[in-house]
């Protein structure tokens, strides 16, 4: 299958914009002269998907799980102000329709690829005896100095996240719009101090944040913008919709810090997605939360790799 | 397991040289100090092995299936000229004894690339369902227009191989060494045109050459180094020693051209690896093979991707 795969997917891709020299060599290069621009530094993420963790071949077929792994790789390059520049497709295809996945999952990482105009510079395939699982690295440019890192918040900076949080189970997973453009507005406006994507769950993924950047935070509870989705998944979990918003992971979401400042120049929304302010990070270490009987430790609640 | 694996991971890993920001964040940044000397351009490439295919977790172990997913892309750089500079490791992992697999996966990556000076600067983790299936992209620097294309050969040009070929299944596959130092050394002397690394077997991986190149190949049977494995397998395949060295596949040798004017230049071997010719890229296309009956089609029987 591979060689015919190939040469329809460089066809497929050729008007897609270009590094040096793409799919068909041993490796693709991408031209120092696509970098160099304000001395940018190389951003790179890799992120694999597997049938039945993270999608459901059987339920939504494989263009649905192509995008969503083009999404959460480009969740990523948003989550450090990167802008995309090329990516590599690897799959491993079950032996049965191998070809029709390979081209189901290259049509749902084009669409995301020629939407935010990122090329699609190389991979590999190979058929084998398991289901299906996709991989792919995706590699951006920053100008050198201006990255968002997880470290970068300091007690005071304002706790903000994006859109809503909880129950994208129920279909958000797959159909979300990774945060390129909220994140390149923002870079430009110099206002964030730290930021990463909510892959794992708010309370995961804002614990992991004030660990590196060795602080604390208080959220305000009722300040957390909860999806109407978390709201419909809680008569079968028995859970709070605040508890899926807080717990729920693959919202990819961005959750930013942002300096104090900085914070009477956040916007209220931008391009449509709005940006709620849920708290503040603190000097004391761990998750607090504050609502109207106090402050209390927040237990962590957000999706725990096994 | 994944964040206990992460932490070790990045211990492990403390010792490789580092880029500006490696394991721990939603990405990895590459300095452009890494990269901008001398006008460099990036090279990328990615491959993923399947556990039942590429190697057989239950016989050789996470180690050596770990090491020969490093080797497979560095050789991949080393047919490009280029030199390593990070790489990303992405493993889907059996749920039985996960820990385990990803610990000698990890590994064997770090063998190749403490020996190699590479970092190993991010990736990701996951349990599933299915068998060990991993997945690494590698990612290196070549001087601006002094890379290794496929498409490079000219009629008249060598056609030189380095090292033995043919019976790696016996287990080179798994022990091979990418000819990163010997394409180092031949890239400085400035004697090749065109390169790739044998991957598919002689005949494949010479056709795809003379393709991209837009010539043909005229092989001389009786020079092409025939490996002592080769040798052992003729009983099981009741094939001979020079089908296996003309079609058997992941041999990982390079496969050169070398233009007339720099042939006696060549060595006749760099670091212990021998270099020889095999033949000349001619204008007529497809492969001739010349023995003393004369010059004949040759038939391409490298491995065919499924």
């Not at 994006?162 to 390149?184: D, N, V």
């Amino acid at each position: 299958m591979e060689h015919s795969f190939i040469a329809w997917a460089k066809q497929r891709a050729a008007r897609l914009p270009k590094v040096k020299l793409g799919i068909g060599d041993d490796c693709a290069l991408i031209g120092f002269e696509s970098i160099n621009s304000a001395e940018s530094d190389v951003v790179v993420t890799t992120d694999s998907l597997c049938d039945g963790t993270h999608f459901i071949l059987s339920e939504c077929g494989a263009q649905a799980a192509g995008r969503k792994l083009m999404a959460v790789n480009l969740s990523d390059l948003a989550s450090m102000a990167a802008k995309p520049l090329a990516v590599f497709l690897s799959l491993c295809l079950p032996k049965e329709n191998a070809g029709d996945i390979a081209a189901g999952v290259f049509e749902g990482v084009h669409e995301l690829a020629a939407k935010y105009q990122v090329s699609i510079a190389g991979g590999d395939t190979n058929v084998w005896k398991g289901p299906l699982c996709i991989h792919l690295t995706a590699i951006g440019t920053v100008s050198s100095g201006t990255a968002w890192l997880r470290s970068g918040a300091s007690a005071g900076d304002a706790i903000v996240v994006t859109g809503s949080l909880g129950g994208s189970i129920l279909g958000k997973h797959l159909t979300f719009e990774p945060r390129l453009q909220l994140a390149e507005e923002l870079s430009r406006m110099g206002v964030v101090s730290a930021a990463t994507d909510i892959s794992d769950g708010l309370g995961i993924d804002l614990l992991n944040m004030t660990v590196a950047s060795k602080c604390g935070a208080e959220v305000l509870l009722d300040q957390i913008p909860i999806s109407s989705d978390a709201e419909k998944c809680i008569k079968e979990s028995g859970r709070s919709p605040l508890d899926h918003a807080l717990g729920d992971g693959e919202d990819f979401e961005l959750l930013l810090a942002v300096p104090q400042s900085q914070i009477d120049r956040l916007p209220l929304e931008i391009c449509g997605v709005p940006l709620t302010r849920i708290g503040t990070f603190v000097n004391r270490t761990g998750l607090w939360s504050r609502d109207k009987r106090g402050v209390r430790q927040l237990p962590p609640r957000g999706y725990v790799h096994s």
